[in-house]
């Protein structure tokens, strides 16, 4: 293991987020294994002062709230495309990109920008991530959610039991706004959610925002929670614990945020829940606590320094942000002494991009190299237990000076410029309203089904987790008052579905902005208006008419809109979604993708029970019979379809009940008949005999398949457009290089053509190249070449013409053949093809860089790294070779060349 020293000398180049232009860059190597690295943080030659053991010298924690706000739509439970995101599909995978993968995966560069370090950033910050944003990186990138759940399990064997991530209320409601009930609620199924992912009990709890009053402290205390983490704002004043026979002491006023963040404290509930403010806002009693008084332990985050992460250049450089946490050290030789900051986890990496280097750079080498101990608030807690009390202001939060009224009142915080926010208190209002009725509804009607509806509520998290239909099962028997026929288990379903969405629509994010109909806001309406629904269709009650007038108090900024009302027809009611329209969704789409019997469309299961399709000139009429099956609530319907293609863009899609066999074969004689006339009038006026007139159309579609079929029905008319463009470019082809040699600009109208025309030939090409190389045996060496060749000869032209060509497709090919190349190689290194497969990688980053793609390798230089740690090969020049490689994925190999020299 190497020493501090020596850590300090081989890491020292990567200090810098752009580690390129560092003074002090290294030149050697961190060619330390990930064990030597997680050694280096804890090292220490004396065991009996050793920092993990004992509360000795500086401990420094970095806490990531990492959080999205749930995007998915309520009746699809995905979250469907977002313009705004853009490259990519949704605002999730944007931060996802920016932030959560390469903090998973955080580069330690050297001065030429080569990799010398890969570092799982969560094994070293303390952190909490939001459950619902769990869920989508549980989904969507299982490498990443691994990585977390693995970087939790090294920091608990590295901290003696204590990992690093901490629990968060369930889907980031104001705790102090909340009633009783869901306070449980939420932090039960926060606690549930954890247990489930990281397989122990939470130690701490992020509340949203901060937010806290001492009926919250109440709960947290009830369900076991040892820690929470505030803002210095909101403490009020403290004092030390008395020990032994000693009297107790002073109290401390420190309201301006003047607390010492440097140590935990305790802080013991009080004799109700509500407390009496004193003159300051504290709580009046002076009386000493007795050892059986409960209590909650609280650290308070760095204030000054928290900002400055967020808006300053403290993360520009690891040795900013060290010199910056070293002055908050206490030189009153205190023991121990832990500097802790706390920021949104986004900061790292999407607010500021490229930051997790700094971190990994920090946590690595920087901190050690001070004999700083990288902790988290559990671990520093279990060796130095609060020796002062602390007495909280009565109702706070981090991000609003007054309290929590950010989230009811128009306070100011969040707004700017001529907007105001006294739409929030209506908003707050009319939820309220809408909580205690359904509270009403699901009693009532939950009595029919479980023995204790609200626990049953508490523990439906456990199905949220796992929708199995055996787990599903399991927990109904475990909570019904009596064995539930088929129709009572999806309505018990339904009306445990209406309360997750009464709770989701108290999501903190549809207060926080300066207006109501911002996506936040609306995604929040939308959620009450789903709790709306499944109420009406559990008990019959109507209560959107009355939600919607409460609404109309609630007013918007923006013109169009007038209130809340109105942002609520506009935006929330035209995306409710029936399930006549996921069949329509199936019907049309199913035009053009040859669906398996048994198929999933979001969270519905469809299983076609009978299909026909048949064509006559212009004119395609397919019918149908489906059963479709919700996977949240279990109802089921049979439905039968007909759907009319007249050309173009033009669908007529007609959907209704299943009415019996005799009724559909009849109908489908009937509309077939009429299809042999040719007539799509006689089609359309025989659709609409049998069913109840209304239809559906393409843009009834969700919007990832509309956008798919628009693809599919523009491709004719784009493939003439590309015949024609590349017709005159081949046919100008020598007047643009005239142009070009006399140093002229090349008339607009020529240069579009070849670049579409050019464009049109590499995306040929690299289809057909991605084709071979997926589909043919990987024992073929010269897997891909010819097409290789055709694209640098492209690449070539386009440079030569100086064409810019947009290639998102291309590059994304690329990637992908890059990354599953290099994994064949490195598990097949002794193939007869080794050194095609070689060239075949090193010419498609070389194509990459050519065409100005700006491939992106990171997933090839994590494989490579990784197994850059283990290598054994014996052969010396297949050893060289795949050094030479490293070299062109920007890893750094020096070292292991110089062995070979």
């Known amino acids: 293991m190497a020493s501090p020293s020596e850590a300090a000398s081989l890491g020292r180049a990567a200090a810098s987020v752009n580690s390129l232009s560092e003074q002090e860059a290294a030149t050697s190597s961190l060619s330390a294994t990930v064990a030597e690295l997680n050694q280096l943080v804890t090292h220490n030659d004396a065991p009996e002062n050793d920092p993990q053991q004992t509360a000795t010298g500086v401990y420094v924690t970095v806490h990531g709230h990492f959080y999205q706000p749930p995007r998915e739509n309520p009746y699809l439970d995905a979250i469907e495309l977002q313009a705004g995101a853009a490259p990519f599909h949704d605002w999730n995978e944007r931060i996802h990109h920016e932030c959560y993968r390469p903090n998973a995966f955080a580069r330690i560069l050297n001065d030429r920008g080569e990799i010398v370090g890969i570092v799982n950033n969560y094994e070293y910050l303390s952190f909490n991530i939001g459950p619902t944003l769990m869920t989508w990186l549980e989904r969507h990138d299982a490498e990443v959610y691994q990585r977390i759940l693995e970087a939790d399990r090294k920091s608990s064997e590295r901290l003696n039991g204590h990992g690093n991530a901490i629990a968060q209320v369930y889907n980031h409601i104001i705790m102090p706004l909340a009633n009783e009930r869901d306070k449980y609620t939420q ?32 709960v947290l205390v009830a369900e076991g929670i040892k820690f929470i983490v505030l803002a210095p704002s909101q403490a009020q004043r403290c004092r030390m ?65 928290s900002r400055d992460m967020g808006f300053n250049d403290v993360l520009s450089n690891s040795h900013h942000l060290a010199a910056r946490l070293g002055q908050a050290i206490h030189g009153d030789h205190r023991p121990s002494q832990m500097i802790s900051v706390a920021t949104d986890g986004e900061t790292f990496g999407h607010h500021k991009g490229g930051t997790e280097k700094c971190l990994a750079y920090a946590f690595i080498e920087e901190f050690p190299r001070r004999s700083w101990t990288v902790t988290n608030f559990a671990h520093y807690l279990s060796l130095n237990p609060p020796a002062w009390e602390v007495e909280l202001k009565p109702v706070t939060a981090w991000s609003c000076s007054h309290g929590v009224s950010r989230w009811q009142d128009d306070c100011g915080c969040g707004g700017g410029g001529l907007w105001n926010q006294k739409w929030r208190r209506p908003l707050r209002v009319a939820l309220d309203w809408l909580r205690d009725r359904l509270s009403e509804v699901y009693e009532e009607a939950g009595r029919r089904f479980f023995r204790d509806p609200w626990l049953a509520r508490d523990e439906y998290i456990q199905v949220i987790r796992d929708r199995s239909l055996e787990n599903v099962e399991r927990f109904l028997a475990r909570h019904h008052s009596h064995p539930l026929a088929p129709a009572e288990q999806v309505d018990a379903l339904r009306l445990l579905e209406m309360q997750r969405h009464t709770l989701l629509m108290y999501t903190s994010c549809g207060w926080f902005f300066e207006e109501l109909s911002r996506p936040e806001g609306v995604q929040i309406l939308r959620y009450a208006a789903r709790a709306i629904e499944l109420a009406g269709d559990i008990a019959g009650v109507q209560l959107e008419q009355q939600f919607v007038e409460m609404l109309a108090f609630a007013p918007s900024n ?37 669906y398996p019997q048994h198929h999933r469309v979001y969270c519905y299961t469809t299983h076609q029970q009978d299909y026909q399709l048949q064509r006559m000139g212009s004119l395609t009429l397919a019918v149908g019979q489906l059963q479709l099956i919700s996977e949240i609530t279990q109802e089921s319907v049979q439905l039968v379809f007909a759907v009319l293609h007249l050309g173009g863009w033009d669908f007529h899609c007609c959907i209704q009940p299943f009415a019996g066999r005799r009724a559909y074969t009849q109908m489908k004689e009937q509309l077939f008949g009429a299809l042999q006339e040719a007539s799509s009038a006689h089609v359309i006026l025989g659709m609409n005999q049998y069913f109840d007139g209304k239809s559906f159309s393409l843009r009834d579609l969700f919007a990832e398949e509309r956008h798919r079929i628009m693809r599919l029905l523009s491709q004719e008319t784009l493939m003439r457009l590309d015949q024609l463009y590349t017709q005159v470019y081949r046919d100008n082809y020598g007047v643009m290089m005239g142009f070009h040699r006399d140093e002229l600009p090349v008339p607009q109208e020529l240069q579009v053509a070849a670049e579409i025309a050019l464009g049109h030939r590499c995306l040929t090409e690299a289809k057909a190249l991605y084709h071979e190389i997926s589909e043919v045996p990987s024992s073929e060496g010269h897997l891909g070449l010819s097409h290789l060749a055709e694209l640098e000869a492209i690449a070539t032209e386009a440079n030569h013409l100086r064409c810019r060509l947009n290639l998102p497709e291309v590059k994304q090919t690329l990637e992908q053949l890059v990354l599953r190349s290099l994994r064949e190689l490195l598990q097949n290194g002794a193939s007869a093809t080794v050194e095609a497969d070689f060239q075949r990688i090193e010419r498609m980053i070389e194509l990459g860089r050519q065409m100005n793609l700006g491939l992106e390798i990171d997933r090839a230089q994590e494989l490579y790294f990784n197994w850059l740690q283990t290598e054994q090969i014996t052969d010396l020049g297949q050893l060289r070779r795949l050094l030479q490689l490293g070299q062109m994925l920007v890893v750094d190999v020096s070292t292991q060349l110089s062995r070979l020299s």
């Open 187 to 218: 932090i039960r199924w926060g606690k549930e959610d954890f247990r489930s992912r990281f397989g122990r009990d939470p130690e701490g709890m992020w509340l949203a925002e901060t937010a806290v009053d001492y009926a919250t402290l109440e």
């Open 241 to 305: 614990l008395p020990r032994d026979e000693q009297p107790v002491t002073q109290w401390h006023e420190v309201g301006g945020g003047q607390i010492d963040p440097t140590r935990p404290y305790r802080c013991y509930l009080k004799p109700s829940s509500a407390p009496a403010a004193g003159e300051n806002g504290a709580e009046s009693l002076d009386t000493q606590t007795s050892d059986s008084t409960p209590y909650i332990d609280i650290f308070f985050y760095d204030g000054p320094i």
């Open 558 to 594: 923006v013109e169009f809109f007038k209130d809340g009302a109105a942002v609520y027809r506009h935006l929330v009611l035209t995306a409710q979604i029936s399930l006549e329209q996921v069949a329509a969704h199936y019907a049309i789409s199913g035009l053009f993708t040859a």
